[in-house]
């Protein structure tokens, strides 16, 4: 009879699917670095056993606990822990979860706040000092959505800049080279990863499916050259660049975040709970506050919360079906009463009487989070057969809680179709709306697709990939060449610190351009006739304006609103506000300034327009106008420049690298571009520009009667700041649910 280690699922990885790289060359340390990447809710830490392809991964969740506040000011090792026991800890004021927020410290001078990016850069140069017998060099991978400034000050502190250092690329970069480097090492074999490897490197391009805690991140990564520095017959010191990388491509659908996911199984569980109590009565292991009003002791027993009978009688008359909103909140807020799991209420929310029952409701939230989690886990390592199952139990004897101490059954089976059944769903959205993007952007099938991320070793997302791909409707991801993935979830998890490392011994031999921000949602304009997009999720890019046009009988709108909303439409809120009776003017410095002589412009700057055949007439024809039909207002003038014109790609070239963080100056010069609108009073027409750091500026224009038949031409200029970060849309409420 075979034993019970023997019957288990044997896990592929990634040696088994044949992926390898070359040997490592004489005095080659690369494989001593080590390499940290930073996910919103997961860090992952990878060392090497002497080469490349042998990897070890540690998986710890983002968080880090204050235990020495006054050498936490100059980041030493020994002032927080971080991963496991700061969890331990948390919720606290002195736990940071994330990769946003602060963490308020107790000294002698009072309350300090320290931000989110020394508590990482202290959390790194820990992870950094705890392996003193490797280097101490430092390959580092930041969220996606970080902000450009935040990650140079988080590298710059713990990776700092060193000659011939490496501080890290971005994650999608790191992944796509690792499923490029087979090929790019030039690996034998005809195993399935090095055969698609080979493939993907011919096609020049790969889409990366990044399934983590916070979202189903997507990137789209192209990549020209042929061999990697370990192939080429050029030396490390010739510093030629051999391969090329750009991320073209970028988003995330946060609806299939893993932490979401588990976070509706927990609300599912505690509603059958719920239920279960509800049908039991009050429990037994609690103590009503009438018996104590006539002087019972409570003898270690915990008192009826306020409202505890009550909610009972009002949870029978709502029911268990569906209710409108309103009434759903109210049987939520109910159902915590009874068995309470928020520890973390609004202003004026707090239920009378809660403050006792807040570490309770902590212990309760963990147990059913661990329970949601293990469930969730189980479905995605085979949904087939949790399929056939319908209901996975959950054992009551494992949550010890007075709560539900009375509960005399003590096994809730929890059904598996409605869960897999959403999941499945989201998965075929988000698929086609990274369809419809690529199809945009001009991408044509087939494309290789590639997966990372702790729940991409599920067979959901690779079976869903071809399910879509198979389909009439399928565009871009027609008969989509999907990757072969390891079943190890650390392994999945450890793709991008592979391939940053890869990246790392190639850095010689690479170019991978400079660092994007990008935008994790879209920007509207709030429109009482609709929505109006005016910059899609993905890379910023200040080289992208979208024009607009509206009629106005008369006066035209003083105040215009902006709002967030996440690209699978779950996540949305304001962005920020115009008011525009406050317009601003170019400065001195924006309009006069220098110029490298090496660009060869001469005296002034020119402009892409003159250099069209066309005068850049097109120009003034690309706007949005519901009125007209005209949706499509966005005007790239990567595309507007003429490709044959040796002296509009040197002015682009300035524009990109020439003016970086001159984002005011970039916008005089691209305003040039565009001609005097036609001489017509009731159109009004603005130009929207986005910079990397999301300042919006936009530009006013149009003409009004002064006396008789006369029109003058009125133009201003008026900017907002937004402030809304990616973990509006990443992270989750926590303690709320």
Not at 215 to 239: F, P
Not at 254 to 275: F, Y
Not at 710 to 726: D, M, N, P, S, Y
Request: charged fraction near 25%; proline fraction near 7%.
């Amino acid at each position: 009879m075979p034993s019970a280690t023997a019957s288990r699922k044997r896990l592929r990885r990634f040696e088994d699917l044949g992926w390898r790289c070359a040997e490592p060359r004489e005095g080659d340390a690369s494989h001593r670095a080590i390499a940290v990447d930073v996910g919103v809710e997961g860090l992952c830490v990878t060392s090497f056993d002497g080469r490349l392809d042998r990897a070890r991964e540690q998986a710890q969740p983002t968080m880090a606990m204050v235990t020495d506040p006054h050498a936490f000011r100059s980041m030493a090792p020994a002032s927080l822990e971080y991963g496991l026991p700061a969890l331990l800890r948390w919720p606290s004021e002195r736990v940071l979860r994330g990769t946003d927020g602060t963490i308020l410290v107790a000294s002698q001078i009072g309350l300090v706040p320290f931000p989110a990016d020394h508590v990482l850069s202290a959390m790194l140069l820990k992870v950094r000092a705890e392996r003193r017998k490797e280097p101490k060099e430092l390959v580092l991978t930041l969220p996606t959505f970080l902000p450009s400034d935040r990650d140079e000050a988080v590298r710059a502190a713990a990776a700092p800049w060193k000659k011939s250092a490496f501080r890290g690329v971005p994650g999608v970069v790191g992944a796509a080279y690792f499923y490029l480097a087979p090929a790019l090492d030039r690996v034998g074999g005809d195993q399935e990863l090095p055969r698609w490897s080979r493939e993907a490197l011919a096609a020049g391009r790969v889409l990366l499916l990044d399934w983590g805690a916070s979202g189903l991140e997507y990137g789209l990564v192209t990549a020209r050259g042929g061999s990697s520095s370990s192939t080429s017959s050029s030396s490390s010191g010739s510093g030629g660049a051999t391969t090329e990388l750009r991320t073209l491509l970028a988003g995330t659908w946060p609806s299939l975040g893993g932490h979401r996911l588990t976070a509706s199984i927990m609300v599912e569980l505690k509603a059958l709970l719920a239920r279960r109590v509800l049908a039991a009565g009050p429990s037994d292991g609690l103590l009503s506050r009438a018996l104590i009003a006539h002087g019972e002791k409570l003898l270690g027993r915990v008192p009826f919360p306020v409202g505890y009978e009550e909610a009972f009688r009002r949870l029978e008359r709502l029911g268990e079906g569906e209710l409108p909103a309103h009434e759903e909140e109210e049987r939520r807020r109910l159902e915590n009463i009874l068995f309470p799991t928020a520890w973390r209420f609004g202003p004026g929310q707090e239920p009378p009487g809660y403050a006792p029952y807040r570490k309770l409701a902590v212990g309760h939230f963990k147990a059913l989070w661990d329970e949601a989690e293990k469930i969730k886990r189980m479905i995605f390592s085979d949904p087939a057969k949790y399929r056939q199952r319908r209901t996975i139990t959950w054992n009551l004897e494992t949550l010890d809680s007075p709560f539900v101490s009375h509960l005399e059954e003590r096994q809730v089976p929890y059904p598996v179709e409605p869960f897999l059944a959403r999941v499945e769903a989201g998965l075929q959205a988000c698929l086609q709306h990274i369809d419809r993007r690529l199809a945009a952007r001009g991408v044509r099938a087939p494309v290789h697709v590639a997966f990372l991320g702790m729940q991409s070793c599920s067979p959901l997302l690779p079976d869903a990939t071809r399910a879509h791909g198979a389909t009439p409707a399928a565009r871009a991801l027609q008969g989509a060449k999907v990757c072969p993935t390891s079943s190890d979830p650390l392994e999945q998890k450890g793709v991008t610190n592979r391939g940053a490392a890869l990246l790392n011994r190639d850095r010689r031999q690479l170019d991978f351009g400079p660092t994007t921000d990008v935008l994790p949602f879209s920007v509207q304009i709030a429109d009482c006739l609709g929505n109006v997009e005016i910059f899609h999720a993905g890379p910023i890019d200040e080289l992208v304006v979208f024009q607009r046009r509206f009629r106005v009988e008369g006066g035209q709108p003083q105040l215009e609103f902006y709002i967030y909303e996440s690209e699978d439409g779950t996540q949305r809120g304001t962005w920020g506000a115009i008011d525009f009776h406050r317009p601003f003017e170019f400065t001195e410095r924006d309009r006069v300034f220098g110029v490298d002589p090496r660009y060869g412009f001469g005296g002034e700057v020119p402009r892409l327009s003159d250099l069209r055949a066309d005068g850049g007439a097109e120009l003034g024809q690309r706007f949005h106008d519901r009125t007209q039909g005209a949706l499509d207002g966005t005007i790239s003038f990567r595309a507007f420049a003429p490709r044959e014109s040796e002296e509009a790609r040197r002015l682009l070239h300035f524009l990109e690298h020439g003016l970086t963080g001159e984002f005011h100056r970039k916008v005089y010069l691209l305003e040039r571009e565009f001609a005097p609108p036609p001489r017509r009073f009731d159109h009004v027409y603005q130009r929207y520009y986005l910079s990397r750091s999301q300042e919006l500026i936009v530009v006013r224009e149009w003409w009004s009667p002064l006396e008789g038949d006369r029109l003058v031409r009125h133009k201003t200029l008026h900017t907002c700041q937004g402030t809304t970060t990616a973990s509006a849309i990443l992270g989750l409420e926590w303690g709320t649910f």
